[in-house]
């Protein structure tokens, strides 16, 4: 099954003339028609113009024939774009493609297919997209983590080699933790934001899920770099991200936060990773404690400053220029309301309405600025932490995969789901989520995921850990 491979060994194959992109191509719709009734990872794809791309693949590129699911808020040509949303989801196409897809395909990647996920990017179980859920391939009872959902569960579910979600406060990381995948989140402006539809401008960035750290690695080789359409992207070079994989780690120092230590970490999570963090060092790193003291603001700072640039982002979606537009309204101001109204689904009008009123008059100072100091002192507790160490280890999710519908009347702890991702957002760092074994829940085998979180730019030796640690295990 061609879709189970990894990019690595689909290249050497087609490269070998064993395989071609037409088989690579016809095997992943012959598993998505199979899978996706029972996941809804998907929500369309488009065979033919896969195959088209497929026949005029260049073998000689890098990801020459590879195809790569793509997130439903990452623009392509012709395609798609719903987020997840019912007011893009009646008419709108992409007029263009995004930053990210257009250096895919000078590397000679095929985008196919276009992936579920919470509306707008808001939610950390797939369960917010107003166009069907998406479960879990390990447990289909339960939720395959957010808002990159249908991203991991096509790559864990082999109904894709690999696929680019966006991160926002964990949103690859975490699915990819929950599904059992390697999920990259490059430090914020290594990825061009041209063409991703936004949620939070200072905090999204898009990277890759794969099944194995070396596939994350060479896609990063083909995602980053400068691109002068989008305002916050680094005018700095992409090194070969594949270089250091396989370089060891012994003497590397590895930092475990003591304010990670919370009593909301399931059991088994904390074994497994305690018994990751072992691991490491059996190789050669050196364990340090460190603090990050300002742990502790890290979910409040990021639900105050995310949901209000998301008002500000989501205030174009209007039913003027494209999109849903109410058939009820009886005039100008009644057709922004009900268009909207109708359009948005539950959590992305709580957020905009938090939003709006944290940008509003006399709270601005009260709630915007504070969180905007509370990221200074965030960012700061993590610059500091580096001077002393190489990486910082954790559990990805504080949990396993919960079961559809169990925090759905519950935002708040659904929010917490993210308490080890959210600051490195807010830090704008890069992080890897792992596989690190497996949980027992109710008689079933869940997945856990590690995370490894370098300095800024330093995607080098996060891979080069993460690698390390998935050789050891195997």
Known sequence: MLASSSITSLRQRLTAGEITARDIVL???KMAEFRN????AYLSWDV???????????????LGGIPIGIKDNINVAGQPCTCGSKILSENYRSPYDAGAIQRLRAGGAIPFGRLNMDEFAMGSSTENSALGITRNPRDLERVPGGSSGGSAAAVA???????????????????AALCGCVGFKPTYGRVSRYGLVAFASSLDQIGPITKTVGDAALLLNHLCGHDSRDSTSLKVDAPDFTAS??????GLRIGLPKEYNISGIHSGVAARTKAAI??????GAILEEISLPHTDLGVATYYVLAPAEASANLARFDGVRYGHRSAAAADLMEHYRLSREEGFGPEVKRRILLGTYVLSSGYYDAYYIRAQKARTLIRNDFAEAFKKVDVIVSPTSPTPAHKLGELTDNPLAAYLEDVFTIP????????????????DVDGK?????????????????????????ETAQG
């Open 27 to 29: 095997d992943l719709a």
């Open 37 to 40: 009734a029972e996941l809804g």
């Open 48 to 62: 033919e113009s896969a195959l088209a791309e497929a026949d005029k693949a260049d073998l000689s590129l890098p």
């Open 157 to 175: 579910g082999d109904m894709a080699v690999a696929a680019l979600g966006s991160d926002t406060g964990g949103s690859i990381r975490q699915p």
């Open 245 to 250: 994989l396989g370089q060891g780690i012994e």
């Open 278 to 283: 072992a691991q490491l060092e059996s190789l």
């Open 424 to 439: 490195v957002n807010l830090a704008g760092l890069p992080g890897i989520s792992v596989p690190c074994g497996n949980v």
């Open 445 to 469: 085998q869940l997945p856990v995921g590690l995370q490894i979180v370098g300095r800024a730019l330093d995607e080098s030796t996060v891979l080069r850990v993460a690698h390390a640690f």
